[in-house]
């Protein structure tokens, strides 16, 4: 498989989401964040984007996304439980598992996802992540997980003019659970669970700017 590739392919996909206004439905909104959806064209499903400002730095708001073994964001992120790397394509480039424990009171259950991630730095400043579902030689279906599968999605950190402490950070997520789970379930799960994602990392941005 030409990890590479699809990786790049990724960033140009989650870039042109970016920029592209039409056809999204706020699905929630609050002080924080907006959550909408459209559908996928990528799968039978929806893909979801979030967007909020972050009190905080680009950097230290990176320092709390960056998809890396032993980083911040297990400690945050109520929805990855590990996250492991399964091997180094090259110096933006890699493979790897992410587990993610069971939720919607116990109706979804433990999932892992075996994704490239390309960490892109862009003109504007801004920085991100950009992940898509491979398969890995090292990393077959494990027992006690369902296998998802993600399609294109990723966070962008991007600094605001003017305002160094803060940082406009849009997330994107299109996931396959897997597993035979009502539609209904999926689509109630994703927009709560993102607006948790916004207000877990604010914390954790602020307690990385405590220290």
Known sequence: MDYEHKAKAVADCLLSYRRDESGWKVCRKSNDVVVSWRPSSEFPGNVYKGEGIVSGSPEKVWECLKPVPNGLRVKWDSNVKKFELLEQIMEDISI?????????????APRDFVDVILVKQHEDGSISSNATNVIHPSCPSQPGYVRGFNH????????????????????????????LLPRSVVDSFFPSSMAEFYSNLTKAVKSLEDL
């Open 96 to 108: 790897c598992r992410t587990v993610t424990p069971s939720a919607a009171m116990g109706i979804i």
């Open 152 to 179: 294109a999605c990723g966070c962008i950190c991007i600094p605001i003019t003017g305002e160094p402490r803060k940082t406009r950070v849009f997330s994107f997520f299109q996931t396959d659970l897997g597993g």
